[in-house]
């Protein structure tokens, strides 16, 4: 019995120290290293809005893997809901990952003649985040959208 | 830079909404990476601008910046309003550019 105890609770020290250990590393990382163009998400969203209200909105989806394996390439895409006539389209989708050193990650300016909203891509993610778009609609409204991606292994390194 | 333009489906009619796929192959630098070696940081180089036209007329214009992966995927939708040639143009920030063209062709 005493044997069975000591491994049991050795287990439970070497399961604790192996998840333990790589998260403190990359939270340090994240410190240290920053970009030539380092941008916080708050800083972002006002260069694009210009401090008008953002709107979560169903019409916009954010499709990306809710766990990446390998933070390097994260496939994402984005399609808005718009007849995308000359009335009524999207201007501008922005894709922004909310906890890289610089969060911006492409603006996109449609017209008219791409027939529908979309926009694929694939981003670096240095840990786990949300990736983020946001929608300006021709008549000066923005909507957004986001979803979650949990990365084991980050892509900034 | 090699760069690379796929449309999909391949057979299309006039009116369809296609999938215009850029991929160009570039290494996307952060300026936040170390030379393993030397331990110099190595300096940022990305694909800044890609602008997408069809008969020199301007479909979409993108801003782009270092989070994009390397070899980076542009993938945007189209409505094919009859012949034409596509041309998309990507510069990156050392002022590196590249234009490639691609002939849109309809099938009735």
């Known amino acids: 019995m005493e044997r069975r105890s000591f491994l049991k609770s050795f287990g439970a020290v070497a399961a604790v120290c192996s998840v333990g250990l790589p998260q403190i590393a990359s939270a340090d990382e994240a410190k240290k290293v920053v970009g030539p163009n380092e941008m916080s998400y708050d800083n972002a969203v006002a260069a694009i809005t210009g401090g008008k209200p953002v709107t979560p909105s169903a019409k916009v989806v954010v499709s990306a893997p809710e766990i990446a394996e390998n933070g390097a390439v994260v496939p994402v895409k984005v399609t808005v809901e718009s007849p995308m006539t000359s009335k009524d389209y999207v201007k501008a989708i922005h894709v922004l990952a909310s906890k890289n050193s610089n969060v911006r990650c492409a603006n996109i300016y449609l017209t008219p003649a791409n027939g529908e909203a979309y926009f694929g891509t694939r981003v670096k993610l240095g840990g786990t985040q949300d990736v983020v778009a946001i929608v300006e609609m021709s008549d000066g409204t923005f909507l957004s959208a986001k979803q979650n991606v949990k990365v084991t292994i980050g892509g900034c390194g | ?108």
């Open chain 2, 1 to 108: 830079m090699k760069t690379l333009i796929k449309i999909k489906p391949k057979e299309y009619k006039v009116g369809e909404v296609v999938k215009i796929d850029f991929m160009a192959m570039h290494p996307m630098e952060t300026g936040m990476r170390k030379n393993k070696d030397t331990g110099e940081i190595i300096p940022a180089q990305y694909i800044n601008e890609v602008n997408f036209m069809f008969n020199d007329q301007l479909i979409t214009k993108m801003v782009i910046w270092e989070s994009l992966s390397v070899n980076p995927l542009f993938s945007i939708s189209f409505k094919v309003p009859g012949e034409g040639t596509l041309k998309v143009i990507a510069k990156d920030n050392k002022g590196q550019s590249v234009e490639t063209t691609q002939q849109i062709t309809p099938k009735g």
